[in-house]
């Protein structure tokens, strides 16, 4: 074993050691827009900016963005909800709280009609943001006449979207910038791939699904909520699937904070209710998407053609040849096992049983709405062979186990062989 991956070996150990549980009860109960999961509206953030060592500047960025905010999935995801609490009221079957809870999902939907899966206006702003906060913070990158600039996104409208505000705000700054955007099956091999093997392991053949019921039957207790809201029992007998009915008012609670609305539905659950349903979304993206060990490492390969889609850029631009900033736009199951495959501090963890997963790891840490993962380039004319590079997490500096004395920056040469190994 060479003396570079002996010293990632050890820097690695002690680096998954200091990785301490990513959240309790109590930290969820003090910010209930948390048990959103991946519905997590991005959080107001000052992006990190450590200042790189004397005589270095950036020159290139390479990028993954999730797609912002937007409203759930599926027109039926409210249809469904809405129709239930109408036919309810017409049977005189809600109680006073079933009844507010009937206007304020009529106001949801009023927004959302006909906009099931659509970014909503808070995600435009969110990648302008972004983009606009990149732009002051490496200015060199981006100023100057004939900056070119490559932008990717898969196929989906919301992402496709995202990447238009994202681009409009850094012609915003320098219209002079020459960037190129497109959405094409061409790039879908790397913006949004899963092997055969993974997408098999969550399949409805795998054992996974059952183990997935069985977490959920002890997790969701739907009585008191179903009490709460229809006065009726024999309405409920009828026509309320009790757990069906918590499920479908948790995804409307978890999306509401995307809304320009911002009604809220938390009120109607216990902060212990909102954090056992959240447990089980957040169990169903670890173990589909991330590091389970279960999964035997599968879903980390759907991340490695982005990985060298990542070097390849980046050694381009080294050369002089590429862009000055790469720019892609996919969704929360690209981000997930990419931040895993790169080792991101807080994104890797490896608990095996369904109740210790958010002990170490979280969805609305590893992906919010347009969650985002930003490598930045720098060079020295004086040391054109020492390449310095540094990871953001959305826009947070982040750390990899890979030894460096300048965090957070860290020499090209050995992150380059780190990954590259990790590709091999």
Not at 268 to 296: K, M, V
Request: charged fraction near 25%.
């Amino acid at each position: 074993m060479n003396n570079l991956r002996t010293i990632i070996i050890s820097v690695a150990a002690i680096w998954a050691g200091s990785v301490n549980a990513q959240t309790t009860f109590e930290e969820i109960s003090a910010d209930l827009n948390k048990t959103g999961g991946v519905y997590y509206a991005y959080p107001a953030v000052t992006a990190d900016n450590t200042p790189a060592p004397k005589g270095y500047k950036p020159f290139y960025i390479s990028h993954y963005g999730r797609h912002g905010s937007r409203y759930l999935i599926s027109d039926n995801d409210y249809i469904r909800v809405v129709d239930l609490f109408h036919k309810a009221s017409a049977a005189n079957a809600l109680t006073p709280l079933g009844m507010d809870v009937m206007h304020r999902v009529d106001t949801v939907w009023d927004e959302a009609y006909r906009r099931g899966g659509d970014l909503s206006p808070l995600g435009a702003r969110q990648h302008r943001d972004i983009a606009r906060r990149m732009y002051n913070n490496y200015p060199e990158v981006f100023k100057g006449e004939g900056k070119k600039v490559s932008a990717r996104s898969t196929l989906v409208p919301r992402c496709i979207i995202s990447m238009g505000n994202f681009c409009q705000s850094l012609k915003e700054n320098n219209p002079n910038l020459d960037i190129t955007l497109e959405s094409s099956e061409r790039y879908m091999p790397y913006l949004c791939y899963s092997t055969p093997e993974s997408d098999a392991f969550n399949g409805r053949d795998g054992w996974l699904r059952e183990v997935h019921r069985k977490f959920e039957q002890k997790q969701i207790k739907p009585r008191r909520l179903v009490e709460s809201i229809f006065s009726d029992p024999d309405f409920v007998e009828k026509y309320v699937k009790p757990d069906d009915f918590m499920w479908w008012m948790y995804w409307l609670a978890a999306d509401a904070q995307n809304t320009e609305n911002k009604i809220s539905f938390h009120d109607i659950f216990t902060p212990r209710e909102l954090f056992d349903i959240w447990q089980c979304f957040n169990a169903d993206f670890y173990s589909r998407h991330s590091n389970y060990p279960g999964a035997e490492g599968k879903h980390l390969n759907n991340a490695k053609p982005l990985l060298r889609n990542f070097l390849k850029g980046a050694e381009n631009a080294i050369a002089g040849e590429g862009e000055a900033a790469t720019l892609r736009f996919g969704h929360d199951g690209n981000v997930v096992p990419f931040t895993a495959l790169l080792h991101f501090e807080n994104c890797y963890g490896e608990a095996s049983n369904h109740e210790d997963f958010y002990k170490s790891w979280c969805d609305w840490f590893v992906s919010p709405m347009a969650a985002n993962i930003q490598m930045i380039l720098f060079k020295n004319d004086k040391k054109p062979d020492d390449i310095l590079v540094k990871f953001l997490h959305n826009e947070k500096e982040t750390k990899i186990p890979v030894q460096t004395d300048i965090w957070p920056y860290y020499h090209w040469k050995d992150v380059k062989a780190y990954y590259e190994d990790i590709l091999r």
